[in-house]
């Protein structure tokens, strides 16, 4: 039992440290460029540039894994 909560933390852990990069990063560069109080605008303006980059970078993979899989 110890062990597979071992194994969930290190799963996991480096998971929310890259989600919260993605999400950090531009919420951050938003402020900077907008000024002000960091707020909610910040906080969802990189929650939306998170979520689009997830989302090409899948399209990407899965581009890449049907093209590999069809031999081309």
Do not use: E
Request: charged content about 10%.
């Amino acid at each position: 039992m110890k062990r597979r909560i071992w194994l969930v933390v290190r799963g996991v852990v480096p998971l929310l440290a890259v989600l919260a990069g993605l999400i950090g990063g531009p919420a951050l560069l938003a402020w900077l460029i907008s000024g002000g109080p960091f707020g909610w605008p910040h906080l969802l303006i990189g929650m939306a540039v998170a979520a689009a980059l997830i989302a090409v970078g899948g399209l990407i993979l899965g581009w890449a894994l049907g093209k590999r899989l069809k031999g081309d």
